[in-house]
């Protein structure tokens, strides 16, 4: 999500996220959010059938006890599938009342959601993460994708990210691709799945709609 102020310009998804946490707009904001990317997911379905999204999800939304009730009922509305919904949790959203947030996704894994650490490797706790709770996938933080093509120790770094995650049969995404060179690296070493501008920026609905429909006409 995106919000292109006339003034100021355009507000990226975190900073978005960061203001509606500190007004108290979280819930609102974070139904919206998830009200119309699930009603756009649905229309999309028909275009194509294995079409999965992927939602950012606050650390503040992960201690409302009403927030599994809020998926289940917005899948149900849309008959969405619910293994095509990944909600993408960061670090962040599991230290501030690890309990709580182990129960919400405990149900959330039953429900059948698909779960993912967000920015994996950038936090302190990351790989004891993995064992606390039912992720079904990582995300490697895009940082350290920035120097690879230079930096050995980046590489090395991925590499065993990539390998821990294989063992322990974890969906692997790569973020910030942005050039062939870190697309042939991921690919060298097993990762299929990137995401960057390489592939797309974000873009208006309708648009992405179009190329969809383009995509799957080919």
């Given at each position: ?78 008959r969405f599938p619910a293994h095509q919904l990944e909600l993408e949790i960061t670090e962040s959203g599991?230290?501030v009342d690890e309990p709580t947030a182990s129960d ?115």
């Amino acid at each position: 999500m995106r919000w292109k102020h006339p003034v100021l310009g355009e507000f990226s998804n975190e900073t978005l996220i960061h203001m509606a946490e500190q007004n108290g707009l979280i819930f609102e904001v974070g139904h919206f959010v998830l009200h119309q990317a699930l009603k756009a997911a649905n229309d999309w379905l028909a275009v194509c059938p294995t079409f999965c999204i992927a939602i950012n999800v606050s650390s503040v939304q992960l201690k409302n006890s009403g927030f599994v009730e809020q998926i289940r009922d917005l899948l149900a509305l849309y008959r969405f599938p619910a293994h095509q919904l990944e909600l993408e949790i960061t670090e962040s959203g599991l230290i501030v009342d690890e309990p709580t947030a182990s129960d919400i996704l405990n149900r959330l894994h039953i429900l059948g959601v698909t779960l993912s650490l967000d920015d994996f490797g950038t936090g302190y706790a990351s790989f004891q993460y993995l064992k606390k709770f039912p992720f079904d996938g990582i995300k490697i933080d895009k940082s350290f994708m920035e120097q690879i093509e230079h930096s050995e120790s980046d590489q090395e770094i991925v590499r065993s990210m990539l390998h821990v995650a294989k063992k322990l049969n974890l969906n692997v995404v790569v973020e910030g691709i942005e050039s062939t060179q870190q697309e042939q690296f991921i690919l060298e070493q097993g990762c299929d799945v990137g995401q960057g501008f390489l592939y797309g920026k974000p873009m208006p609905s309708e648009v992405f709609t179009l190329k969809l429909e383009s995509h799957a006409q080919a």
